[in-house]
């Protein structure tokens, strides 16, 4: 019964492990999202910036 526990107690934190990986994959996945949106947004804000500076000429 002991081993059995034991066992049992394994394999639950091995699920929980396994949970935790996903969860920190989807988490690495959202920041480079993110990351990649900041830096559209810079690049945006540089075209208009850009062309603001054009139109007040």
Do not use: Y
């Not at 989807?26 to 920041?31: A, G, S």
């Not at 810079?42 to 208009?48: A, M, S």
Request: glycine content about 0%; hydrophobic content about 30%.
């Amino acid at each position: 019964t002991d081993t059995k526990s034991q066992i049992s107690i394994i394999n639950e934190l091995t699920e929980n492990v396994t949970d935790l990986n996903v969860d920190l994959q989807n988490h690495i996945l959202i920041k480079q999202r993110s990351e990649m949106s900041i830096n559209n947004l810079e690049h945006n804000c540089q075209l208009l910036d850009t062309e603001r500076i054009k139109i007040n000429k």
